[in-house]
């Protein structure tokens, strides 16, 4: 049955890229300035985190993954039958939402499919000199990826796994796991860029002209806070990294609308933007800093 008013959005969305387009071949103002206040900016200087309190309830991973894994289960059983697991991303996913719900209802049957799920997305891992990364085992011929091209989005989604399962356990080698995948999103050149005013960011996925997808880059803000506030520390911090969201933001909005990146003139879904929302409250609750609510976007 279809739905009317995602319907509605997909044509709105359909029109409103001919009219990016054609402002974009007249060479005229391309996106129009959010209302940002300068001082947002300065206060950024020195905002604090908050500390994170053990087994509290992760709204943003409550709010993404029961949306897109309600009533579906992982077979945990198919995973450990086959080990060439195409996407590491989704055990990643699955156990993120495990864990949630974890934390939420104390089923030790969730805590020990999350570990199972970590510990086979683990297995999927590979020691590089940049830090463990975690390859993707098909090609992507859409955006001109071969098998074996990595995300900073799943990097950063694999860093917040390992950081809940060392709240938990508090063993160590989570910890490690949690930087060094990190980490590599830091360290390898293909997902380390920078904006053109110089600041930085981290790419989704390779991209040769970058793509600057701004979904995988929100990921690893939230990691690298999430990380901080565990005690790790990175080559690029995350209060840098949010400082560069705040700079560029403007860039993606065009008519209340939500660009998927910068290098495909495509513009973001309902589901894409209730996603945007949902890590702009997460940010919010984990820094106090009620700027993120500027960031949001119509629904």
């Not at 087994?55 to 039958?81: A, M, P, Q, R």
């Not at 996925?205 to 701004?214: F, H, Q």
Request: hydrophobic letters at 35%; glycine letters at 4%.
């Amino acid at each position: 049955m279809i739905n009317i008013k995602h319907y509605i959005d997909a044509c709105y969305r359909r029109v409103l890229k001919v009219s990016y387009k054609a402002k974009k071949t007249s060479n005229r103002r391309l996106v129009e300035k959010e209302s940002l206040k300068q001082s947002h900016l300065t206060v950024l200087q020195g905002f604090k985190y908050q500390p994170i309190v053990k087994n509290e309830v992760d709204l943003f991973h409550t709010f993404l993954y029961e949306g897109s894994l309600k009533d579906k289960k992982i077979d945990v059983e198919k995973f450990h039958n086959n080990p060439s697991i195409k996407s590491p991303l989704a055990p990643f996913n699955y156990a993120l939402y495990l864990y949630n719900r974890w934390s939420r209802k104390k089923n030790n049957e969730d805590k020990h499919t999350f570990f199972e799920m970590i510990e086979l997305a683990n297995n999927l891992g590979e020691n590089t000199d940049d830090g463990i990364v975690y390859p993707y085992r098909f090609p992507y011929p859409k955006y001109g990826l071969e098998e074996g091209w990595f995300s900073g989005i799943c990097q950063a989604m694999a860093c917040s796994c390992y950081l809940r399962a060392y709240n938990i356990t508090k063993d160590s080698k989570y910890l490690n796991i949690a930087k060094s995948s990190l980490e590599f999103c830091f360290n390898n050149k293909s997902l380390k860029i920078e904006t053109q005013n110089g600041d930085p960011w981290i790419e989704e996925y390779p991209s040769s002209p970058s793509s600057y997808v701004l979904n995988g880059f929100i990921f690893v803000i939230i990691a690298t806070v999430e990380a901080e506030q565990m005690g790790l520390k990175f080559s690029i911090s995350s209060k840098a990294l949010i400082q560069s969201l705040f700079k560029n933001m403007h860039q993606y909005r065009y008519k209340n609308q939500l660009l998927y990146g910068l290098k495909y003139e495509l513009f973001s879904s309902i589901a894409y933007r209730k996603l945007h929302n949902g890590q702009m409250i997460h940010l919010e609750k984990l820094t106090s800093f009620k700027g993120f609510n500027d960031l949001k976007v119509n629904v």
